[in-house]
């Protein structure tokens, strides 16, 4: 008997693993509940309410309601707004892993059906048809999705595509709002959450101003996020057009990111040859000295551009073993092309690769061993070979996770070999931007990865598409920068609030890290560092001299501190706590209470581009009664304190770690 129930515990332990084994961690299952005739659907963090209508009348996310006025569909026929005067919304299917609903709306124009796909890591897919009615009492002359929110979580805006070398598909909302043309991918938000619209095409928009098909329109208490879908009457019924959205954060930041410690620059061979001619120490005995915790080789550890498979195992097994052998972890270098020297060329470029509307394939980068590399599809076939090519290698050799090139950025793409592309009434190709098919390749490669441990690290500058950013740990921006474009006063073309709204991670739930090429002496990760890390985010560190030197000094005094443990109190909120003059200057700080005192590690920077200055930053007795010690965490130079305030002296663009006590 005993036994028999041992067995039945068993079961239904494995049974219940299995379903939770579903939804990967960190989510947990789609739950619905039906309270007061809504349907109320809940994911990791966030709700969706539905009033009786299939477009969510409430959204909340972070603790707080995203919607001024239930979202909705609105209907123009010749005699100005004609309502829905019957709607309903209905659950249809529900597991783990996601609810559909059904849902449809009438006027007097057209009928409006609805599936909504919503998936446990929030996103939310719409199938809006438009049916004809059998006797329509008036024409249907434009219809617009909007989605109202409150005002005071739609400050900051992020859309892609972006524009190389520029920051403005991020910033602040401008208070007479902005009209974009369409874009696969806007996100509207605050510092701590928002919410993304998502579209892979404008296929069957009929946009009257090319350069407003999407409109962000603020009004006293709202900012309204308009999609115009119809601008003149439909061409043709029935009409289906395809969205997503997804409310962020879409997941918890990690508690222990400040501890991955990643650096970037791993080499065949760098476990025995010697830091510099002569010298004792290796470069990996280097990079284990400084605490580095996670490597990064690019992309030579294989002679093939992302390629699974090199001919250098031995040496990659050394490698592994070695880094291993120190406690770091080794992550390759994946991207976004197929290879001219790949063995499957000549069978599958055709198949797979991306196309321009015109025929031609994207991209063409060239490197050694002498090869091109053009841009594929995640779309295609190839996306179920890449998959299995990392699922393999991981098994085979043994490293640690996975540097991802571009890899979750959805490319355009009107290859219409593989299904991508449409074409317009008038028979026009025009690129599609994949992002279902990229997020499902994402999702496969993170319900792979990360039950293991290992680590998924994206590299997608000016790309911040949550369908496909939530399934990666952590994101590495900034290359748009590359061409030197911040030397001189690099908040010019970087204001604080494009930072906040693109490079900071803590709005969309994954890490970021900012990628610094420098010029010296007009842009040098001091420069970086003074903006970076008011925003909790620091430069990854390119090779193993003095970038890493410096960055290794950081992670100590933040791990000594004790970060991870720490409440954050960054510039534009800690106004009760820290007060610092003059202007150019802004301060973040970490708060800790360690047996019984409070502790602060501030993050004390100049912004000014030309002004040394000398900073006085004062904490109220709210942040702590009495500074007993201020010292500069790097230096451990003492600072000078009078009445609780703090005086440092800070060169231009710079910034200073303070410890005080
Ligand atoms: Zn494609």
């Not at 057209?110 to 004809?132: K, N, S, W």
């Not at 003074?530 to 925003?535: C, G, V």
């Not at 009760?576 to 993050?603: C, D, H, M």
Request: charged share 20%.
């Amino acid at each position: 008997m005993l036994k028999r129930i041992w067995v039945a515990v068993a079961w239904l332990c494995l049974m219940g693993v299995k379903a939770m084994a579903e939804v990967p961690d960190p989510w947990t299952p789609v739950t619905v509940q039906r309270v007061n005739g809504e349907i109320r659907v809940g994911v990791w963090g966030r709700e969706y309410r539905f009033a009786k209508q299939p477009l969510p009348s409430q959204i909340t996310t972070a603790g707080v309601e995203l919607l001024a006025q239930p979202m909705r569909l609105l209907a123009f026929g010749g005699k100005g707004e004609s309502a829905w005067t019957q709607s309903g919304c209905e659950l249809w299917d529900q597991t783990d892993e996601q609810a559909v609903l059904l849902g449809w709306q009438v006027n007097d124009t057209v009928i409006a059906d609805f599936v909504v796909r919503l998936e446990f890591d929030g996103l939310m897919r719409v199938d809006l048809t438009l049916a004809p009615l059998p006797q329509p009492k008036a024409s249907l002359q434009r219809l617009w999705l909007e989605i109202p929110l409150r005002k005071e979580r739609a400050t900051l805006f992020h859309y892609w595509t972006g524009r190389w070398g520029s920051a403005e598909n991020s910033g602040a909302v401008p208070t007479d709002g902005m009209g974009l043309p369409f874009k696969p991918i806007v996100w509207l938000g605050w510092e701590e959450g928002g919410l993304t619209w998502c579209a892979e095409s404008d296929r069957n928009w009929q946009v009257a101003e090319r350069e407003q098909a999407i409109e962000i329109v603020p009004s006293e208490n709202a900012v309204v996020l308009r999609v115009h879908l119809l601008d003149t009457p439909p061409q043709k019924l029935p009409l289906t057009f395809t969205f997503g959205m997804q409310p962020t954060p879409v997941k918890p930041m990690p508690k222990d990111f400040h501890e991955w410690r990643i650096c970037h620059g791993a080499f065949y061979g760098m476990e025995k040859q010697p830091m510099t001619q002569g010298a004792k120490e290796t470069t990996l005995e280097k990079a284990a000295r400084m605490g580095v915790k996670t490597l990064v080789f690019h992309e030579h550890w294989t002679p093939v551009q992302n390629y699974w498979r090199t001919n250098r195992e031995s040496e990659l097994r050394e490698l592994i073993a070695a880094c291993h052998q120190r406690g770091i972890k080794l992550l390759l270098y994946f991207g976004y092309e197929l290879s001219t020297l790949a063995p499957e060329w000549s069978a599958a470029a055709e198949k797979v690769l991306v196309k321009t509307p015109t025929g031609g394939f994207s991209g063409g980068y060239f490197r050694q061993p002498p090869q091109r590399d053009y841009i594929v599809c995640l779309n295609s076939q190839w996306a179920e070979r890449l998959l299995d090519g990392i699922v393999s290698a991981i098994e085979r050799y043994g490293f640690d996770g996975v540097y991802l090139d571009g890899t979750i950025e959805p490319f355009g793409c009107a290859n219409e070999a593989h299904g991508c592309g449409y074409r317009t009434a008038d028979g026009k190709l025009r690129e599609t931007y994949p992002i279902f098919a990229v997020r499902q390749f994402m999702r496969r490669l993170y319900e792979a990865l990360h039950p293991k441990g290992k680590l998924i690290n994206a590299h997608q500058s000016t790309y911040c598409g949550t369908p496909t950013l939530a399934f990666v740990h952590s994101y590495w921006d900034g290359e748009q920068f590359g061409g030197g474009e911040l030397a001189g006063d690099p908040l010019q073309k970087l204001p604080l609030a494009s930072f906040r709204a693109e490079f900071m991670g803590k709005n969309f739930g994954v890490p970021c890290e900012f990628l610094v090429y420098e010029r010296p002496p007009e842009w040098t990760v001091d420069h970086a560092l003074a903006f970076t890390l008011l925003h909790d985010v620091r430069v990854r560190p390119l090779g193993f001299g003095a970038m890493l030197e410096k960055l290794a000094a950081i992670w100590s005094a933040m791990s000594q501190f004790g970060v991870s443990e720490a409440e954050w109190h960054p510039y534009w909120r800690n106004g009760e706590f820290i007060q610092a003059q003059p202007e150019s200057v802004k301060v973040s700080g970490y708060r800790r209470t360690v047996n019984g005192q409070v502790r602060w590690l501030l993050v004390v920077s100049n912004l000014s581009a030309k002004e040394t200055v000398t900073a006085q930053v004062r904490l109220s007795r709210k942040a702590m009664p009495k500074v007993n010690e201020a010292t500069d965490a790097l230096t451990g130079e003492r600072l000078p304190i009078t009445d609780n305030t703090i005086t440092i002296s800070l060169p231009p663009m710079r910034m200073s770690l303070v410890a005080v006590r």
